[in-house]
């Protein structure tokens, strides 16, 4: 390392690759294991692999339209449920190829050595999540989640993918408008890694960290929206943070732990503190099992007019079950809660909604090409499919289709290709990123960091208002104009979790700024977007929001839903 000017300059590796994939869970293997087959190929995670992310604790399942349990499923009612459920604002190119392609995917986690539950047939056993009309829900008990990612992660491995474990990636690197690669830091030698290759895969996960209290793997800070969105990648539906109905809110040790829709979908009840199966009023025809953003605001609106439980939620009841059912059908669940002092076989549960999943995100097309030429998402991290609300056990199947659709795109494009980033540009980042560690005062990361996840839940949360959302983004303005760039840092650049915060927190606030901004634009409520101020959802919003950069400004603009050229699906139909 050398002085220069003032700062000191820091050491940096060089990895070359055609196709650089950025995150461990589902959808990065899934983009890997595709693009290894034709290209040179590397994967990034920020911490160890297999298991970094979210895609572990996901429990409910796969949907996908078998029609194993019931013959009269098909990828048509798989595609209408979950436009639907999206509030007819998906992008309906993008739902058809899902709904077919599901089909597809779930017999390569078959090849793969995947272990899904059976029927007394063999065939896969399906159950009923929210919003389906049919079981077309693919599991494996309730840790289907777990089995996914020890599936796609042995065969990343048994394919010898490279991955650079423990690598905090914080910036793509673009040249000529192009990607040319991504700046990343080594958490265990503190040295920078940059990653020279013509096509990025960003399959970061979600972004409900950025809450205080959510369901989500510490990763999932929105690290990839941020990256691309200050590269210069458009973003969609950013509002659309949906809210998991039933999130622990008692006893304190598993505050915000995630209680598996695969509950409701196996007989829980929803019972407020005056003993009424409320959901009779909210949903009659669906109880339970209606979606998300229908449960959710049930539970709060039940808790706000003073039907709760003692410690603010409401509850919800297994223990009708037959207790043998419950330790066949949901062990994982049992176990978790049986750490906490609950019983599920005996006792009610109680449960608040809690951040779960981001439906917006990167702006895509059928290829999961973003508007970034070289640059590919797929996964949580990508927008568009799930509209203004995600059904119960579709993630699984997104993140399957859309990576290997990204990865499969990303080595067709990096064919050929030799961009490079210029030396310049990655010392500037160097430098810049280094910069705290090199200033003996200033904010701590960390408490910009609590400060934000604070704001965000206390005024972007399941329930908005104009009041909230301005305040919010004037205070996530004034952390990214005075906050961040007066970050201090101690210590040694190895094994530094300060310094890892600093480069999460620039992405952190971008990737708010934009929550903020759409939830503000959207003057209606839909789906998990809920406005105190516009609470009735308004034909004229049936539409999109994007955000793009326009210098180094955010820009939100509306614009009309892609509907199907095949099989268009219209508000009228629902």
Request: hydrophobic letters at 40%; aromatic letters at 6%; a negative charge.
């Amino acid at each position: 390392m050398q002085e220069l000017g003032g700062h000191v300059e820091r050491e940096f590796e060089t990895v070359a690759a055609d196709v650089l994939v950025v995150g461990g869970g589902g959808a990065a293997c899934r983009a890997a294991i595709e693009a290894g087959k034709t290209s040179r190929c590397v994967i990034a995670v920020d911490g160890v692999f297999g298991r970094a992310g979210t895609t572990t604790t996901g429990m409910g399942g796969m949907n996908v339209a078998l029609g194993n349990f019931d013959s009269r499923d098909n990828w048509e009612v798989h595609y209408e449920d979950t436009i639907k459920g999206g509030q007819f604002i998906n992008n309906q190119e993008l739902v058809e190829i899902f709904s077919k392609e599901g089909l597809e995917r779930i017999y390569d986690l078959e090849q793969y050595g995947m272990l899904f539950h059976r029927m007394d047939n063999g065939r896969i056993a399906q159950r009923r999540e929210s919003g389906s009309t049919y079981h077309r829900t693919c599991m494996t008990g309730d840790r289907t989640g777990h089995e996914l990612q020890r599936t796609l992660t042995r065969e990343v491995q048994r394919r010898r993918i490279p991955v650079f474990e423990e690598v905090v990636v914080a910036a793509l690197l673009v040249e000529d408008g192009s990607v040319a690669g991504a700046l990343g830091l080594d958490f265990r030698s503190g040295r920078f890694l940059v990653f020279r290759a013509p096509a990025v895969v960003m399959a970061t996960g979600g972004c409900v960290r950025l809450y205080e209290i959510c369901s989500n793997a510490h990763e999932s800070t929105g690290d990839g929206v941020g990256m691309a969105h200050r590269a210069g990648a458009a973003l969609i539906d950013m509002e659309m943070v949906q809210f998991h109905p039933t999130g622990m809110v008692f006893p304190e040790s598993g505050k915000g732990l995630l209680v598996s829709e695969a509950v409701r979908g196996d007989g829980g009840q929803l019972i407020n503190s005056e003993g009424e199966r409320f959901m009779t009023r909210y949903s009659p025809d669906w109880m339970e099992l209606a979606t998300r953003d229908v449960v959710a605001r049930a539970i709060w609106s039940e808790v706000t007019q003073g039907r709760g439980s003692p410690h603010g939620g409401v509850y919800l009841d297994i223990s009708h079950v037959p207790a043998q059912e419950i330790e066949v059908r949901l062990p994982l669940m049992l176990r978790q809660l049986l750490r906490t002092g609950i019983d599920i076989r005996k006792e009610a549960m109680e449960v608040l909604p809690t951040p779960h999943f981001m439906c917006g995100g990167i702006r895509i097309d059928a290829e999961a090409a973003t508007t970034l030429p070289g640059l590919f998402a797929g996964g949580e991290t990508a927008g568009g499919v799930h509209g203004a609300n995600r059904l119960g056990a579709n993630s699984f199947t997104d993140l399957q289709v859309f990576g290997a659709r990204a990865g499969r795109s990303a080595a067709y494009y990096a064919a050929g290709q030799q961009r490079k980033a210029s030396a310049s540009q990655v010392k500037h980042l160097v430098a810049e990123l280094s910069a705290p560690l090199d200033r003996a005062e200033g904010t701590s990361p960390i408490s910009l960091r609590k400060r934000l996840q604070k704001l965000m839940y206390q005024s972007v949360g399941i329930v908005r208002n104009r009041q909230g959302l301005e305040s919010a983004r004037t205070e996530l303005m004034g952390m990214k104009t005075d906050g961040i760039p007066v970050m201090s840092v101690a210590g040694s650049p190895r094994y530094n979790y300060a310094l890892v915060e600093s480069i999460k927190i620039r992405n952190m606030v971008e990737t708010a700024l934009a929550i903020a901004e759409c939830a503000l634009k959207r003057e209606e409520s839909r789906g998990v977007h809920f406005r105190e101020d516009f609470p009735q959802q308004d034909p004229s919003w049936l539409a999109n929001i994007i955000v793009s950069r326009c210098g180094s400004e955010m820009r939100t603009e509306v614009v009309e839903v892609v509907a199907s050229s095949t099989h268009p699906v219209v508000a009228s139909t629902a």
